[in-house]
Protein backbone atom coordinates (compact mmCIF):
# COMPACT_ATOMS: atom_id res chain seq x y z
CA UNK A 1 0.00 0.00 0.00
CA UNK A 2 1.28 3.22 -0.67
CA UNK A 3 1.96 5.90 2.00
CA UNK A 4 -0.67 8.94 2.34
CA UNK A 5 0.58 11.79 -0.07
CA UNK A 6 2.36 14.50 1.62
CA UNK A 7 4.34 16.79 0.73
CA UNK A 8 7.35 18.28 3.31
CA UNK A 9 8.29 21.79 2.51
CA UNK A 10 11.74 22.39 4.03
CA UNK A 11 11.31 26.32 4.81
CA UNK A 12 13.10 29.54 6.35
CA UNK A 13 15.13 30.36 3.60
CA UNK A 14 14.05 33.41 3.77
CA UNK A 15 10.35 32.71 6.36
CA UNK A 16 8.45 35.28 3.86
CA UNK A 17 9.29 33.30 0.65
CA UNK A 18 8.24 30.44 2.10
CA UNK A 19 4.96 32.07 3.28
CA UNK A 20 4.96 32.95 -0.32
CA UNK A 21 4.95 29.82 -1.81
CA UNK A 22 2.62 28.25 0.39
CA UNK A 23 -0.20 30.75 -0.55
CA UNK A 24 0.83 30.21 -4.10
CA UNK A 25 0.62 26.41 -3.16
CA UNK A 26 -3.25 27.34 -2.07
CA UNK A 27 -4.14 29.55 -4.66
CA UNK A 28 -3.59 27.22 -7.50
CA UNK A 29 -5.06 24.27 -6.02
CA UNK A 30 -8.84 23.24 -7.44
CA UNK A 31 -10.78 23.30 -4.32
CA UNK A 32 -14.53 22.67 -3.40
CA UNK A 33 -13.41 22.38 0.38
CA UNK A 34 -10.56 22.55 3.19
CA UNK A 35 -10.29 18.82 2.21
CA UNK A 36 -9.34 19.03 -1.88
CA UNK A 37 -6.10 21.34 -0.61
CA UNK A 38 -2.13 20.18 -0.79
CA UNK A 39 -1.44 18.62 2.20
CA UNK A 40 1.72 20.20 3.87
CA UNK A 41 4.45 19.61 6.15
CA UNK A 42 6.25 22.50 6.84
CA UNK A 43 9.69 23.12 8.43
CA UNK A 44 10.04 26.64 8.56
CA UNK A 45 12.87 26.90 11.13
CA UNK A 46 14.95 30.19 9.95
CA UNK A 47 17.57 29.41 12.07
CA UNK A 48 19.61 27.42 9.26
CA UNK A 49 22.25 29.58 8.88
CA UNK A 50 23.13 31.91 6.28
CA UNK A 51 23.43 30.30 2.75
CA UNK A 52 24.82 33.03 1.23
CA UNK A 53 27.44 34.14 3.28
CA UNK A 54 28.45 30.11 4.13
CA UNK A 55 29.13 30.46 -0.23
CA UNK A 56 31.37 33.51 0.52
CA UNK A 57 33.21 31.88 2.81
CA UNK A 58 32.17 33.97 5.72
CA UNK A 59 29.22 32.00 7.35
CA UNK A 60 29.13 28.63 9.21
CA UNK A 61 28.01 25.50 7.15
CA UNK A 62 23.87 25.37 6.73
CA UNK A 63 23.99 21.88 4.72
CA UNK A 64 24.08 20.21 8.60
CA UNK A 65 20.75 22.12 9.85
CA UNK A 66 19.16 21.64 6.62
CA UNK A 67 19.69 17.73 7.04
CA UNK A 68 17.64 18.23 10.33
CA UNK A 69 14.83 19.13 8.59
CA UNK A 70 14.99 17.00 5.64
CA UNK A 71 15.08 14.19 8.51
CA UNK A 72 11.99 15.71 10.51
CA UNK A 73 9.96 16.24 6.93
CA UNK A 74 11.28 12.20 6.71
CA UNK A 75 10.19 11.69 9.94
CA UNK A 76 7.13 13.51 9.56
CA UNK A 77 5.59 11.31 6.74
CA UNK A 78 6.48 13.39 3.69
CA UNK A 79 6.22 11.53 0.56
CA UNK A 80 7.94 14.10 -1.89
CA UNK A 81 10.03 17.57 -0.52
CA UNK A 82 9.73 20.64 -1.77
CA UNK A 83 12.92 23.45 -0.69
CA UNK A 84 11.70 27.00 -1.52
CA UNK A 85 15.26 28.84 -1.90
CA UNK A 86 17.18 28.52 -5.27
CA UNK A 87 20.18 28.86 -3.42
CA UNK A 88 19.37 26.29 -1.30
CA UNK A 89 19.73 24.20 -4.35
CA UNK A 90 23.36 24.11 -4.18
CA UNK A 91 23.45 21.56 -1.42
CA UNK A 92 20.10 19.85 -3.79
CA UNK A 93 22.19 16.81 -4.24
CA UNK A 94 23.13 16.37 -0.42
CA UNK A 95 19.62 17.19 0.57
CA UNK A 96 18.12 15.04 -2.08
CA UNK A 97 20.12 11.69 -1.30
CA UNK A 98 19.88 11.97 2.61
CA UNK A 99 15.96 12.31 1.80
CA UNK A 100 13.87 8.84 1.41
CA UNK A 101 11.34 11.58 0.23
CA UNK A 102 12.34 12.35 -3.32
CA UNK A 103 13.04 15.89 -4.27
CA UNK A 104 10.71 18.41 -6.27
CA UNK A 105 13.42 20.48 -7.56
CA UNK A 106 12.47 24.02 -7.91
CA UNK A 107 15.40 24.87 -10.47
CA UNK A 108 13.66 22.06 -13.14
CA UNK A 109 10.14 23.38 -12.58
CA UNK A 110 11.41 26.92 -13.70
CA UNK A 111 13.31 25.97 -16.31
CA UNK A 112 10.42 23.69 -17.46
CA UNK A 113 7.91 27.13 -17.14
CA UNK A 114 10.67 29.05 -18.78
CA UNK A 115 10.18 26.55 -21.95
CA UNK A 116 6.77 27.09 -22.01
CA UNK A 117 6.51 30.36 -22.21
CA UNK A 118 9.66 31.58 -24.35
CA UNK A 119 10.04 31.30 -28.08
CA UNK A 120 12.74 33.43 -29.77
CA UNK A 121 12.44 36.47 -27.86
CA UNK A 122 16.19 37.29 -26.86
CA UNK A 123 18.35 36.96 -23.96
CA UNK A 124 16.71 35.76 -20.56
CA UNK A 125 17.59 37.42 -17.19
CA UNK A 126 18.73 35.73 -14.61
CA UNK A 127 17.89 37.44 -10.82
CA UNK A 128 19.49 35.73 -8.80
CA UNK A 129 21.99 35.46 -5.54
CA UNK A 130 25.40 35.32 -6.39
CA UNK A 131 25.94 32.12 -4.97
CA UNK A 132 23.67 30.98 -7.37
CA UNK A 133 24.91 32.67 -10.25
CA UNK A 134 28.68 31.27 -9.30
CA UNK A 135 26.97 27.63 -9.09
CA UNK A 136 25.48 28.23 -12.42
CA UNK A 137 22.69 26.93 -11.10
CA UNK A 138 20.48 28.16 -13.99
CA UNK A 139 22.88 28.87 -16.78
CA UNK A 140 23.63 25.42 -17.33
CA UNK A 141 20.29 23.75 -17.33
CA UNK A 142 19.64 26.97 -19.80
CA UNK A 143 22.84 26.57 -22.24
CA UNK A 144 21.83 22.83 -22.81
CA UNK A 145 18.81 24.03 -24.28
CA UNK A 146 20.28 26.71 -26.32
CA UNK A 147 18.80 29.31 -24.35
CA UNK A 148 20.88 32.41 -24.11
CA UNK A 149 20.96 34.65 -20.81
CA UNK A 150 22.20 37.55 -19.04
CA UNK A 151 23.26 37.95 -15.12
CA UNK A 152 24.14 41.15 -13.05
CA UNK A 153 27.63 42.53 -12.36
CA UNK A 154 29.22 42.37 -9.07
CA UNK A 155 28.74 45.96 -8.76
CA UNK A 156 25.67 45.22 -9.25
CA UNK A 157 25.04 42.40 -7.53
CA UNK A 158 26.39 44.58 -4.51
CA UNK A 159 24.37 47.75 -4.37
CA UNK A 160 21.16 46.32 -5.35
CA UNK A 161 20.16 42.44 -5.23
CA UNK A 162 22.64 41.52 -1.85
CA UNK A 163 21.30 44.58 -0.01
CA UNK A 164 17.42 44.18 -1.70
CA UNK A 165 17.03 40.31 -0.65
CA UNK A 166 18.19 41.34 3.05
CA UNK A 167 15.52 44.06 3.23
CA UNK A 168 12.58 41.70 2.09
CA UNK A 169 14.00 39.07 5.02
CA UNK A 170 13.78 42.18 7.70
CA UNK A 171 10.02 42.68 6.42
CA UNK A 172 11.54 46.15 4.63
CA UNK A 173 9.51 45.25 1.75
CA UNK A 174 9.18 48.74 -0.17
CA UNK A 175 13.10 49.51 0.60
CA UNK A 176 13.81 45.67 -0.87
CA UNK A 177 11.68 45.17 -3.57
CA UNK A 178 12.93 48.67 -5.11
CA UNK A 179 16.09 47.47 -4.89
CA UNK A 180 14.83 43.83 -6.40
CA UNK A 181 13.51 45.18 -9.16
CA UNK A 182 16.59 47.75 -10.21
CA UNK A 183 18.41 44.64 -10.18
CA UNK A 184 15.92 42.92 -13.03
CA UNK A 185 15.93 46.66 -14.91
CA UNK A 186 19.29 46.38 -15.44
CA UNK A 187 19.52 43.02 -17.53
CA UNK A 188 15.98 44.45 -19.21
CA UNK A 189 18.53 47.76 -20.01
CA UNK A 190 20.89 45.59 -21.45
CA UNK A 191 18.16 43.34 -23.75
CA UNK A 192 16.89 40.68 -21.73
CA UNK A 193 13.48 40.07 -23.12
CA UNK A 194 12.56 37.82 -19.72
CA UNK A 195 13.32 37.48 -16.43
CA UNK A 196 13.73 34.90 -14.13
CA UNK A 197 13.21 35.32 -11.01
CA UNK A 198 15.92 33.32 -9.65
CA UNK A 199 15.92 33.76 -5.45
CA UNK A 200 12.23 33.56 -3.79
CA UNK A 201 12.85 36.90 -1.94
CA UNK A 202 12.59 38.47 -5.48
CA UNK A 203 8.80 37.99 -6.50
CA UNK A 204 7.90 38.86 -3.54
CA UNK A 205 9.84 42.00 -3.62
CA UNK A 206 8.40 42.58 -6.87
CA UNK A 207 4.98 41.96 -6.20
CA UNK A 208 4.77 44.57 -3.09
CA UNK A 209 6.05 47.38 -5.36
CA UNK A 210 3.46 46.01 -8.08
CA UNK A 211 6.51 46.16 -10.68
CA UNK A 212 5.70 46.27 -14.56
CA UNK A 213 8.63 43.54 -15.03
CA UNK A 214 5.87 40.75 -13.38
CA UNK A 215 4.35 40.07 -16.57
CA UNK A 216 7.81 39.49 -18.57
CA UNK A 217 8.92 37.14 -15.54
CA UNK A 218 8.96 33.77 -14.60
CA UNK A 219 8.55 32.69 -11.45
CA UNK A 220 10.00 29.52 -9.57
CA UNK A 221 8.05 29.80 -6.80
CA UNK A 222 5.31 29.69 -8.70
CA UNK A 223 6.69 26.72 -10.74
CA UNK A 224 7.77 24.97 -7.79
CA UNK A 225 3.91 25.64 -6.25
CA UNK A 226 2.54 24.02 -9.39
CA UNK A 227 4.49 21.12 -9.34
CA UNK A 228 3.42 20.37 -5.64
CA UNK A 229 -0.21 20.72 -6.81
CA UNK A 230 -0.08 18.81 -10.55
CA UNK A 231 1.96 15.67 -7.58
CA UNK A 232 -1.38 16.23 -5.13
CA UNK A 233 -3.53 15.91 -7.96
CA UNK A 234 -1.88 12.84 -9.45
CA UNK A 235 -1.02 10.80 -6.11
CA UNK A 236 -4.52 11.71 -5.00
CA UNK A 237 -6.25 10.18 -8.11
CA UNK A 238 -3.89 7.35 -7.99
CA UNK A 239 -5.00 6.81 -4.35
CA UNK A 240 -8.38 6.94 -4.89
CA UNK A 241 -7.56 4.12 -7.53
CA UNK A 242 -5.93 2.09 -4.98
CA UNK A 243 -8.80 2.05 -2.41
CA UNK A 244 -11.19 1.20 -5.36
CA UNK A 245 -8.82 -2.00 -6.30
CA UNK A 246 -8.79 -2.81 -2.32
CA UNK A 247 -12.67 -2.55 -1.58
CA UNK A 248 -13.39 -3.95 -5.27
CA UNK B 1 18.53 21.89 29.57
CA UNK B 2 15.73 23.53 27.81
CA UNK B 3 14.13 22.61 24.71
CA UNK B 4 14.96 24.50 21.76
CA UNK B 5 11.92 26.92 21.00
CA UNK B 6 9.66 25.39 18.52
CA UNK B 7 5.98 26.55 17.40
CA UNK B 8 4.00 23.51 16.17
CA UNK B 9 0.96 24.90 14.44
CA UNK B 10 -1.93 22.73 13.65
CA UNK B 11 -3.41 24.12 10.32
CA UNK B 12 -5.51 23.91 7.51
CA UNK B 13 -8.87 24.64 8.62
CA UNK B 14 -8.47 26.39 6.46
CA UNK B 15 -5.32 26.49 4.56
CA UNK B 16 -5.72 29.88 3.37
CA UNK B 17 -6.18 31.01 6.91
CA UNK B 18 -2.99 28.70 8.16
CA UNK B 19 -0.97 30.98 5.16
CA UNK B 20 -2.80 34.36 6.83
CA UNK B 21 -1.63 33.46 9.85
CA UNK B 22 1.75 32.43 8.89
CA UNK B 23 2.28 35.70 7.23
CA UNK B 24 1.15 37.71 10.43
CA UNK B 25 3.79 35.60 12.44
CA UNK B 26 6.64 36.53 9.77
CA UNK B 27 5.56 40.22 9.04
CA UNK B 28 5.09 41.17 13.15
CA UNK B 29 8.27 39.40 14.10
CA UNK B 30 11.10 42.41 14.80
CA UNK B 31 13.72 41.20 12.31
CA UNK B 32 17.44 41.95 10.63
CA UNK B 33 18.31 38.67 8.78
CA UNK B 34 16.16 35.41 8.60
CA UNK B 35 17.92 33.96 11.81
CA UNK B 36 15.67 36.35 14.36
CA UNK B 37 12.31 35.20 12.24
CA UNK B 38 10.18 32.52 14.51
CA UNK B 39 10.85 28.87 14.04
CA UNK B 40 7.63 27.16 12.77
CA UNK B 41 6.22 23.66 12.51
CA UNK B 42 3.31 23.86 10.29
CA UNK B 43 0.98 20.72 10.30
CA UNK B 44 -1.03 22.01 7.15
CA UNK B 45 -2.99 19.39 6.55
CA UNK B 46 -6.43 19.84 5.43
CA UNK B 47 -8.06 16.27 5.52
CA UNK B 48 -9.34 17.33 8.91
CA UNK B 49 -13.34 16.55 8.33
CA UNK B 50 -15.25 19.46 8.21
CA UNK B 51 -15.62 21.29 11.62
CA UNK B 52 -19.01 23.07 10.92
CA UNK B 53 -20.48 19.99 9.45
CA UNK B 54 -19.52 17.86 12.22
CA UNK B 55 -21.20 20.12 15.18
CA UNK B 56 -23.86 20.53 13.16
CA UNK B 57 -24.67 16.60 13.20
CA UNK B 58 -23.97 16.03 9.18
CA UNK B 59 -19.96 15.19 9.08
CA UNK B 60 -17.42 12.81 10.46
CA UNK B 61 -15.82 13.49 13.65
CA UNK B 62 -12.53 15.63 13.19
CA UNK B 63 -11.30 15.17 16.76
CA UNK B 64 -9.08 12.51 15.94
CA UNK B 65 -7.07 13.73 12.27
CA UNK B 66 -6.36 17.09 15.23
CA UNK B 67 -4.92 15.01 17.54
CA UNK B 68 -2.75 13.07 14.89
CA UNK B 69 -1.67 16.79 14.09
CA UNK B 70 -1.23 17.44 17.52
CA UNK B 71 1.11 13.77 17.83
CA UNK B 72 3.17 14.96 14.76
CA UNK B 73 3.68 18.18 15.91
CA UNK B 74 4.89 17.09 19.53
CA UNK B 75 7.08 14.58 17.36
CA UNK B 76 8.68 17.01 15.78
CA UNK B 77 9.93 18.98 19.11
CA UNK B 78 7.21 21.56 19.56
CA UNK B 79 7.21 23.77 22.59
CA UNK B 80 3.89 25.42 22.07
CA UNK B 81 0.99 24.59 19.63
CA UNK B 82 -1.31 27.38 18.05
CA UNK B 83 -4.02 26.57 16.32
CA UNK B 84 -5.32 29.45 13.76
CA UNK B 85 -9.00 28.33 13.65
CA UNK B 86 -11.46 29.25 15.97
CA UNK B 87 -13.39 26.67 15.72
CA UNK B 88 -11.66 24.18 16.06
CA UNK B 89 -10.79 25.57 19.92
CA UNK B 90 -14.45 24.16 20.43
CA UNK B 91 -12.28 20.67 20.95
CA UNK B 92 -9.59 23.15 22.54
CA UNK B 93 -9.80 21.10 25.86
CA UNK B 94 -8.98 17.44 24.58
CA UNK B 95 -6.96 18.70 22.22
CA UNK B 96 -4.13 20.62 24.73
CA UNK B 97 -4.61 17.65 27.32
CA UNK B 98 -3.15 15.28 24.58
CA UNK B 99 -0.61 17.87 23.60
CA UNK B 100 2.86 17.55 25.99
CA UNK B 101 3.62 21.53 24.45
CA UNK B 102 1.38 24.25 25.74
CA UNK B 103 -1.43 25.47 23.92
CA UNK B 104 -1.12 29.08 22.96
CA UNK B 105 -5.12 29.62 22.75
CA UNK B 106 -6.95 31.91 19.49
CA UNK B 107 -9.34 32.81 21.98
CA UNK B 108 -7.82 34.11 25.02
CA UNK B 109 -5.59 35.83 22.85
CA UNK B 110 -8.32 37.82 21.08
CA UNK B 111 -10.07 38.81 24.28
CA UNK B 112 -6.94 39.99 25.53
CA UNK B 113 -6.35 42.32 22.47
CA UNK B 114 -10.37 43.74 22.74
CA UNK B 115 -9.58 44.48 26.07
CA UNK B 116 -6.64 46.60 25.33
CA UNK B 117 -8.40 48.55 22.37
CA UNK B 118 -12.27 48.68 23.69
CA UNK B 119 -13.35 51.75 25.69
CA UNK B 120 -17.28 52.34 26.44
CA UNK B 121 -17.84 51.81 23.00
CA UNK B 122 -21.19 49.96 22.78
CA UNK B 123 -21.44 46.20 21.90
CA UNK B 124 -18.85 43.76 20.25
CA UNK B 125 -20.28 41.91 17.04
CA UNK B 126 -18.55 38.51 17.05
CA UNK B 127 -18.48 37.44 13.43
CA UNK B 128 -18.46 33.78 13.96
CA UNK B 129 -19.68 29.97 12.32
CA UNK B 130 -22.50 28.83 13.81
CA UNK B 131 -20.52 26.12 16.10
CA UNK B 132 -18.10 28.72 17.46
CA UNK B 133 -21.43 31.19 18.76
CA UNK B 134 -23.07 28.08 19.85
CA UNK B 135 -20.69 26.74 21.98
CA UNK B 136 -20.31 30.18 23.76
CA UNK B 137 -16.60 30.43 22.72
CA UNK B 138 -16.45 34.30 22.75
CA UNK B 139 -19.64 35.17 24.28
CA UNK B 140 -19.11 33.62 27.75
CA UNK B 141 -15.57 35.04 27.94
CA UNK B 142 -16.85 38.85 27.19
CA UNK B 143 -19.93 38.14 29.38
CA UNK B 144 -17.47 37.47 32.01
CA UNK B 145 -15.54 40.54 31.58
CA UNK B 146 -18.71 43.11 31.39
CA UNK B 147 -18.44 43.62 27.85
CA UNK B 148 -22.09 43.55 25.89
CA UNK B 149 -22.35 41.73 22.13
CA UNK B 150 -24.22 40.92 19.06
CA UNK B 151 -24.24 37.98 17.01
CA UNK B 152 -25.82 37.07 13.85
CA UNK B 153 -29.26 35.29 13.08
CA UNK B 154 -29.74 32.05 12.00
CA UNK B 155 -30.60 33.71 8.19
CA UNK B 156 -27.86 35.71 8.03
CA UNK B 157 -25.62 33.02 8.74
CA UNK B 158 -27.11 30.87 6.16
CA UNK B 159 -27.28 33.24 3.48
CA UNK B 160 -24.48 35.25 4.09
CA UNK B 161 -21.87 34.02 7.27
CA UNK B 162 -21.38 30.05 6.13
CA UNK B 163 -21.44 30.31 2.46
CA UNK B 164 -18.66 33.32 2.24
CA UNK B 165 -16.53 30.99 4.76
CA UNK B 166 -17.00 27.93 2.11
CA UNK B 167 -16.18 30.41 -0.77
CA UNK B 168 -12.89 30.97 0.61
CA UNK B 169 -12.05 28.07 1.11
CA UNK B 170 -12.86 27.25 -2.73
CA UNK B 171 -10.38 30.37 -3.43
CA UNK B 172 -13.53 32.81 -4.49
CA UNK B 173 -12.26 35.67 -2.20
CA UNK B 174 -14.33 37.84 -4.42
CA UNK B 175 -17.46 36.58 -3.65
CA UNK B 176 -16.19 35.03 -0.34
CA UNK B 177 -14.81 38.13 1.27
CA UNK B 178 -18.33 40.16 0.15
CA UNK B 179 -20.74 37.79 2.05
CA UNK B 180 -18.50 38.00 5.19
CA UNK B 181 -18.15 41.89 5.05
CA UNK B 182 -21.92 41.75 4.55
CA UNK B 183 -22.35 39.50 7.48
CA UNK B 184 -20.26 41.77 9.77
CA UNK B 185 -22.02 44.93 8.21
CA UNK B 186 -25.50 43.80 9.72
CA UNK B 187 -24.17 43.53 13.19
CA UNK B 188 -22.57 47.05 12.61
CA UNK B 189 -26.51 48.00 11.79
CA UNK B 190 -27.83 46.82 14.34
CA UNK B 191 -25.13 48.93 17.36
CA UNK B 192 -22.43 46.95 16.86
CA UNK B 193 -18.80 49.69 17.47
CA UNK B 194 -15.67 46.66 17.21
CA UNK B 195 -16.06 43.86 15.57
CA UNK B 196 -14.33 40.32 16.40
CA UNK B 197 -13.47 39.12 12.91
CA UNK B 198 -13.56 35.43 15.20
CA UNK B 199 -13.39 33.24 11.86
CA UNK B 200 -10.08 32.77 10.88
CA UNK B 201 -11.68 33.07 7.03
CA UNK B 202 -12.65 36.54 7.71
CA UNK B 203 -9.87 39.10 8.11
CA UNK B 204 -8.81 36.44 4.92
CA UNK B 205 -12.44 37.90 3.44
CA UNK B 206 -12.09 41.12 4.34
CA UNK B 207 -8.78 41.81 3.43
CA UNK B 208 -9.15 40.73 0.29
CA UNK B 209 -11.81 43.26 -0.33
CA UNK B 210 -10.36 46.07 1.19
CA UNK B 211 -12.84 46.83 3.65
CA UNK B 212 -13.65 49.24 5.55
CA UNK B 213 -14.60 47.15 8.35
CA UNK B 214 -11.37 46.38 9.11
CA UNK B 215 -10.38 49.22 11.09
CA UNK B 216 -13.42 48.82 14.04
CA UNK B 217 -12.04 44.84 13.94
CA UNK B 218 -10.32 42.70 16.29
CA UNK B 219 -8.52 40.15 14.15
CA UNK B 220 -8.24 36.64 16.61
CA UNK B 221 -5.14 35.63 13.77
CA UNK B 222 -3.14 38.63 14.11
CA UNK B 223 -3.80 38.05 18.28
CA UNK B 224 -2.49 34.75 18.05
CA UNK B 225 0.01 35.86 15.71
CA UNK B 226 1.40 38.35 18.45
CA UNK B 227 1.48 36.11 21.06
CA UNK B 228 3.53 33.49 19.30
CA UNK B 229 6.10 36.58 18.42
CA UNK B 230 6.29 36.94 22.27
CA UNK B 231 6.95 33.23 22.98
CA UNK B 232 9.35 33.42 20.35
CA UNK B 233 11.04 36.76 21.73
CA UNK B 234 10.90 35.63 25.96
CA UNK B 235 12.19 32.03 24.50
CA UNK B 236 15.19 33.12 22.57
CA UNK B 237 16.29 35.43 25.39
CA UNK B 238 15.97 33.07 28.20
CA UNK B 239 17.76 30.56 26.18
CA UNK B 240 20.70 33.18 25.40
CA UNK B 241 20.82 33.58 29.27
CA UNK B 242 20.92 29.78 29.78
CA UNK B 243 23.73 29.40 26.85
CA UNK B 244 26.08 32.49 28.86
CA UNK B 245 25.46 30.29 32.52
CA UNK B 246 26.84 27.35 30.52
CA UNK B 247 29.65 28.81 29.01
CA UNK B 248 30.32 31.73 32.00
Known amino acids: MSRTPLIGVLGGMGPLATVDFLHKVVASTPATCDQDHVPLLVWNVPQIPDRQKALAGTGEAPLP ?7 RLNAGGATRIAIPCNTAHLWGDALAGASAAPLIHIVDAAIAAVERRHGQEG ?3 IV ?3 GTLAAGLYQERLAARGLPFLINTDDELDALFTPGCYAIKQNRLDHGGSLLESAARQLVRRGARTLILACTEVPVGLAHVRSDLLPISVDPTQALADACV ?4 EAR ?5 GREELTG
Open 65 to 71: AMLHGIE
Open 123 to 125: PIG
Open 128 to 130: ATR
Open 230 to 233: RYWL
Open 237 to 241: TGEAA
